[in-house]
């Protein structure tokens, strides 16, 4: 897969597509409409968001400044870099991307996705559970055979520290990871579905969600590949239920569900025990 290093040109090229595709079906007229409103701020910021992560908030970038500072004999110690990973995800996904939306836009957080009843714009659809379900088991077939393939099975769990030799995960550790995994989801939704999709749903429609979908399929770079390229139409379709109901909750759920039964597909097909302790 590209290198991390490379981040910046894909999204760059990825956006100069999108911008291509705009102005070929509505004219240039678009991208001075795109420079004028609130669209641009939040492209370029989430951009730079999501780019202060990528280099500054991964596990390897916990490896790299503070694992060489823990003591060898940290009971936690396995933990110590997905969570991490977690915390930079609230803050560089959530926390600055909310707060600079309603700083500088007066958008609240219930404008962007996180509360349908509070949203200034009524739902178009109600009562979508039931596509969610049906998305979650059309998926899970695909989880299944996935999760006994070596890619996937080198992959997951993400946080591989904790996994022994003898590939035994202690409890604790394992639900502790589960916790924290979470908080990976509420604040990917709500900076993809939520700061991007709704973020420039004024200026640009639906066509946000192309946008959107740029930096989000570069974020799975490293990933198997069925995985990177499935985010294409991952990302689109829960965008597109997001807008519709305006919230991004039930993202949150279906991705977590898929995440957590990926985990646990892959212990048991790679043999791996989870033991108490």
Known sequence: MPSKDWQAVH????????????????GTAVLRQLARGRALFVLLG????????????????WDHAWDPHVPLDA?????????????????????????GARLALGLPPAALG???????????????????LALFLGVLPFVVYASGTQPFQ????????MISPEGGIALSHFLVYEAFYLLIFVSGESFWRGFLAFGTERDLGLYGLCFMVVPYVTSHFGKPLPETLGA??????????????????????????????????????????????
């Not at 933990?79 to 803050?91: D, H, I």
């Not at 996180?114 to 969610?132: K, Q, T």
């Open 154 to 161: 080198d992959k997951y769990p993400l946080c591989h520290e």
């Open 114 to 132: 996180l509360s349908a009843r509070r949203n200034p714009h009524p739902p178009a659809v109600h009562r979508v559970g039931w596509v969610y």
């Open 232 to 277: 294409i139409a991952t990302g689109m379709v829960l965008g597109l239920l997001a807008l519709k109901h305006r919230s991004v909750w039930l993202g949150v759920a279906i991705h977590y569900a898929i995440a957590v039964s990926t985990d646990l597909f892959v212990i048991a097909q790679a043999g791996r025990v989870i033991y108490a302790g």
């Open 75 to 99: 009971s936690w110690r396995p933990l110590y870099s997905f969570v991490y990973f977690s915390l930079c995800a609230v803050f560089f996904r959530l926390l600055l991307p909310f707060l």
């Open 11 to 26: 999204i760059l090229i990825g956006y100069a597509i999108c911008a291509g595709v705009l102005v070929a079906f509505h």
């Open 46 to 61: 989430g951009t730079g968001f999501f780019l202060l992560f990528w280099y500054y908030g991964r596990m390897d970038s």
